[in-house]
């Protein structure tokens, strides 16, 4: 018998797999949506800066007037002691907290919510940021860093600027020593080798580096022991050009 694929133990849930949660430092979210935020403006002051090893970005921990304290998504250009407006009445200023409706059209936006309350779920990443570019009545369309545009209910939030810790990948590791330390911050399994190096019980295309005329795409309906490789590929290899197409004929 064969071992089961890394996808596979994965879906188990096996403590090999798990986000190490007891190390995260804070779970990032608005504070409530409730009416005093739909109506004016809650202020505070960011207080700290927080390295999470949860995320690749930095947190700031926000201090506000009524004695509530938050963490919120760092923007790029954010001082320690800056101001920081949460609500319908706030301030179009980097990091601060506004309804859609309250944003103007070709904006830099980031940490969206997905439905009006959820405390944020999209462009989280460092360095991403959305555009918000338009609005129609109670919907507004807003073009996320995979250029794809999406239609959000007018009255979800998001916070002005972009997402700080921009080019953070572009950092050399140096050596495998870093890289092992970053995989084990969020319990990555590294290094993964390909398929093709490992043994046939271990994975479908093990046994040889080649794969003797094998096609290497995969149905979309096929057993999860098989969906390796190209799932539901529409082609593979090096596209053709213009020029070699030309050639041909």
Request: glycine share 12%; with cysteine.
């Amino acid at each position: 018998m064969g071992k089961k694929l890394k996808q596979q133990k994965r879906g188990k849930g096996s403590p090999r797999y798990l986000a190490p949660s007891n190390r995260y430092k804070a779970e990032l979210l608005y504070r409530n949506y409730d009416d005093v935020e739909k109506t004016s403006v809650v202020k505070g002051q960011v207080m700290q800066f927080v390295d999470d090893p949860s995320r690749g970005a930095l947190i700031m921990l926000v201090k506000y007037d009524n004695g509530e304290e938050g963490f919120l998504l760092a923007p790029e250009g954010i001082c320690l002691h800056d101001n920081i407006e949460q609500g319908a009445q706030a301030s179009l200023s980097m990091g601060n907290v506004l309804p859609l409706y309250r944003i103007p059209d070709g904006a830099f936006i980031y940490n969206l919510e997905l439905n009006p309350g959820d405390g944020g779920k999209l462009v989280r990443t460092p360095g991403s940021y959305a555009v918000l570019v338009s609005k129609e009545g109670p919907r507004a369309f807003v073009k996320l860093p995979s250029k794809k545009v999406v239609e959000l209910s007018s009255d979800v939030r998001a916070q002005v600027g972009v997402v700080c810790g921009g080019g953070r990948s572009e950092r050399p590791m140096l050596k495998a020593g870093n890289q092992y330390y970053k995989k084990k911050a969020q319990n990555r399994i590294w290094p993964v080798p390909r398929g093709v190096h490992q043994s046939v019980y271990n994975h479908p295309h093990g046994g040889k580096q080649h794969h003797e005329g094998k096609p290497t795409t995969v149905a979309r309906g096929s057993p999860p022991g098989s969906k390796v490789g190209h799932l539901a590929a529409r082609s593979t290899g090096r596209r053709k050009t213009k020029k070699a197409n030309e050639g041909e004929s």
